[in-house]
């Protein structure tokens, strides 16, 4: 008997193939969202496959902890996308109206989300109802699913457009986001958790080699419990999930 892995049930994302139609600043960001996705995808996955065996108090409670940051990661993608990365498209590709189709792929799980923030922010260990948590869950993984996948050929789309120039776009969306009011104690630990470098050779963190130290020495103690549910270590290795069941 195994676990499953938090590969399941929600497919991650091999990088696009390089071929001459794409240049290779469109590659990379087209690789380098579907490196972001994948740490979206593995830290849903992980939340599926454990929160039904969440039943201590103290582990519900870092349980939730852990989704507010899963929560607050996938919240601020997309918050940075629209404000910024599809705008700033529409403005240097000329084309007014060509991110509308994702844009309303964002709105067709934003309530959703909205509301898993709301039920992992509020609920008390006693109040936790895997019932009502997978409820929610349900209401928008599989609209965010089809968003996080497609979005990736539809960068890869903008080649015609000029790739340096989407590329600058997502180097400058990059600082913004690391400039915006994020938590290293709650982002870094997050984001290693659900990093496995194993999976793919292109799919590069884009962080600087002493981080998992920063963050194994300081970052990650802060809520040492909510990493327990995390598909990989503070080092980015995939390992096993504690609380999954065994098939
Ligand atoms: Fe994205
Ligand atoms: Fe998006």
Redesign the pocket.
């Known amino acids: 008997m195994t676990k499953p892995w938090a590969n399941e049930p929600f497919a991650l994302i091999p990088s696009p193939t390089a071929s001459k139609e794409v240049s290779k600043e469109t590659l990379k960001v087209a690789t380098d969202m579907c490196f972001v996705?994948n740490l979206f995808f593995r830290n849903l996955n992980a939340v599926h496959l454990q929160y039904e065996q969440v039943t201590k108090p103290e582990d519900i409670a870092d349980f939730m902890v852990f989704c507010q940051c899963i929560h607050e990661g996938i919240h601020t993608?997309?918050h940075h996308?629209?404000e910024f990365f599809?705008p700033e498209v529409e403005v240097y590709t000329g084309q007014a109206g060509l991110m509308e189709t994702?844009l309303q792929?964002?709105h067709a799980f934003e309530e959703g989300l909205k509301r898993f923030g709301q039920y992992v922010y509020s609920t008390k260990p006693h109040e936790y109802n895997p019932k009502d948590f997978k409820e929610i869950l349900d209401s928008f993984t599989p609209a965010l699913v089809k968003?996080?996948n497609d979005?990736i050929p539809t960068l890869l789309a903008l080649e015609k457009y000029g790739g340096d120039k989407l590329l600058n776009l997502w180097q400058e969306l990059e600082k913004r986001i690391l400039a915006g009011a994020i938590d290293p104690y709650r982002v870094m630990p997050v984001a290693l958790g659900s990093f496995d470098k194993t999976f793919d050779k292109n799919q590069v963190a884009p962080f600087p080699w002493f981080v998992p130290y920063l963050s194994w020495l300081w970052f990650s103690r802060k809520h040492k419990g909510a990493w327990r549910f995390s598909p990989c270590s503070i080092w980015s290795k995939p390992r096993e999930l504690q609380f999954a069941m065994e098939k």
Do not use: A
């Open positions: 996705h993608h997309h996308e629209e599809f994702n792929q964002h968003h996080l979005e």
